[in-house]
């Protein structure tokens, strides 16, 4: 069986081709960074009318790499949320579009299923159960996940993310937007140990996060440089980038261990944007060591929205049999906030 997935939640267009014999055929992506950077964050109008000019050709891109035809195409998925509702819309019409033109099913999916389940195409890739980290955009959560559909929720972030954490830090530091790697980038010719930052949350009992102090804290230290001589220097905010990610590194790792412990599983799935950050994985490749296990986390590739962890996801959860293909049916709809849970089965 041949899937045909779609991703357009936000900033980046996905477009994919699993199999579900021989895995991801082919995928392309294409970036809005370069067009949102001028206005320092995503611009919502902007995003949808950008989906709208990429969509089809990157899946004439897609279905040319794979040395297939959309009559080749058996199913087609799409992100049907969360996500910004203009950006959903134009990725779920033209992907029902499409699937009702040829008579095929359209399965909606989760945008947070996708990157969980993301990391299975990698290889290796882990086994059921296992714990996994989303740390996708403005989630941040702990799940134990016993097989496709079956999620429970460990823990989440009680206010900002921890990509959000990041963005926000960036933006205080005058880096601009994308502020997540720009501010990773810039941390590596600073000194975490110079600048003093809390790790919210880190001792308490509970699995859940915060990272909106840390934010605050960051800010303070921003002011306190600007009262004493006028603007921040270099060294400061390099300083102020390390010390902010090593903050955040901290406590997803510290989090993530005790979810380990709590549950007794030995596996960890990192999924999400933050999962590319060199200096977690490092951490957690430490921590799980520790602890006699290991972690896994998508190819480099899939870490940001893609269609291909949407096509994946579909796939697997047709052959979870959680899915009835149903080509006649003639509406769609999408959840601009839409809670994981929501697709659990008992």
């Known amino acids: 069986m041949i899937v045909l997935g779609f991703e357009s939640s936000c900033d980046e267009t996905g477009v994919a081709l699993v199999c579900t014999e021989k895995g991801l055929l082919a995928h392309a992506i294409h970036s809005q960074v370069d067009m949102h950077q001028e206005y320092g964050g995503v611009v919502p109008e902007l995003a949808s009318r950008d989906h709208i000019r990429r969509t089809l050709p990157l899946t004439n891109q897609v279905l040319a790499q794979a040395g297939l035809s959309a009559d080749d195409v058996d199913v087609v998925a799409y992100t049907a949320g969360p996500g910004l509702i203009g950006a959903l819309l134009v990725g779920a019409s033209f992907a029902c579009s499409f699937a009702w033109a040829r008579g095929l099913p359209a399965v909606p999916v989760h945008h947070l299923e996708g990157h969980l389940l993301s990391p299975l195409l990698a290889s290796p890739a882990p086994s059921f159960p296992f714990v ?173 929205d893609n269609g291909a962890m949407i096509a994946f996801a579909a796939a697997m959860r047709i052959q979870a049999g959680l899915e009835t293909l149903d080509a006649s049916a003639a509406s769609f709809t999408v959840h601009p906030r839409w809670n994981l849970e929501d697709v659990t089965v008992a």
């Open 132 to 304: 996994a980290l989303l740390v996708s955009g403005g989630h941040t959560q702990l799940m134990q996940v016993d097989a496709v559909g079956k999620y429970t929720l460990l823990g989440e972030t009680l206010d900002d993310a921890a990509g959000e954490a990041f963005d926000k830090t960036a933006k205080l530091l005058g880096l601009g937007y994308p502020g997540g790697p720009a501010l990773s980038a810039l941390a590596q010719q600073g000194n975490a140990s110079a600048v003093s930052l809390p790790r919210p949350m880190l001792h308490s009992k509970n699995l859940d996060f915060s990272f909106s102090g840390l934010k605050t804290a960051v800010l303070t230290q921003v002011r306190k440089a600007e009262d004493a001589g006028g603007s921040l220097d270099e060294q400061l905010r390099a300083d102020l980038a390390a010390a902010t990610e090593a903050a955040i590194v901290d406590v997803l790792a510290a989090k993530a261990r005790r979810a380990l412990q709590q549950t007794g599983l030995k596996r960890l799935v990192v999924a999400g944007g933050v999962g590319a950050n060199r200096l977690l994985r490092e951490r957690l490749d430490q921590a799980m060591g520790a602890l006699g296990g290991r972690v896994y986390f998508p190819p480099l590739s899939l870490c940001t």
